[in-house]
């Protein structure tokens, strides 16, 4: 009897350590087509060339997916793959990104973008995604600092429907004042400190002897001149 009795226990064993090696071994598989079908979408819009999506494919890939390659959340999927060169996606890149969004296809990776765009726009995330935002725009080596033009069309992107009065006041002064023609990362990132921290638009609030880029002292000043 009691050999009977362990022959049923292992018998079930047996049974269960089975049906787990099967359920394993399923997802193993549809991991594995699901892998390759990221590949295989990839390789639609790399250039064969360069094994990268370059600038050219991601317009395709704008247009197959029915959003404007200026759109934000293109830049949001940039941040979420963590890519490194602006306007190119390698292929690590791409598997990091529609693995993360479980988007295989256009049509799922066109239906993950409103979640990706909540995702960025938790305040957990929002900051890194601000910073990203600039870091990508250094297309050059060593490059430190960009353009005027371009921070105003960034600002606009990035930050302009989250704080519309700053960004368009701050826009119309870089566009007016002649000190700066370039921005750097501790002025673009004190500039959304000065978003989120800074009684807009009375600034009563806001100290030039605490630790601000001089660009935002002479922003208030230029601000309170206008408000005489």
Aim: hydrophobic share 35%.
């Amino acid at each position: 009897m009691r050999r009977s009795s362990a022959s049923k226990k292992t018998g079930q064993s047996n049974s269960t350590s089975t049906a787990a090696d099967l359920f394993r071994s399923a997802s193993s598989k549809a991991s594995t087509k699901e892998s390759e079908r990221i590949d295989n979408l990839f390789y639609s819009y790399a250039n064969g060339s360069t094994a990268m999506i370059d600038p050219e494919g991601i317009e395709t890939l704008c247009a197959d997916m029915e959003v404007d390659h200026t759109d934000v959340r293109v830049l949001m999927l940039a941040w979420k793959m963590k890519a490194e060169e602006q306007g190119y996606f390698t292929l690590d890149e791409w598997r990091r990104g529609l693995k993360a969004l479980r988007a295989d296809t256009v049509s799922k990776l066109k239906k993950a973008l409103p979640d990706l765009e909540k995702e960025v726009r938790r305040p957990s995330n929002f900051a890194d995604f601000y910073s990203y935002a600039f870091q990508y725009c250094l297309t050059e080596e060593k490059q430190k600092s960009i353009d005027i033009e371009s921070i105003c069309e960034l600002l606009t992107l990035v930050l302009g429907s989250t704080f519309p009065p700053q960004v368009n006041l701050f826009v119309e002064y870089l566009k007016t004042q002649n000190d700066y023609k370039v921005i750097n990362m501790d002025q673009w990132m004190g500039f959304f400190r000065f978003c989120n921290e800074i009684s807009f638009p009375t600034l009563n609030d806001y100290d030039p002897e605490l630790a601000w880029p001089l660009i935002l002292d002479n922003f208030v000043e230029w601000i309170r001149e206008k408000q005489i």
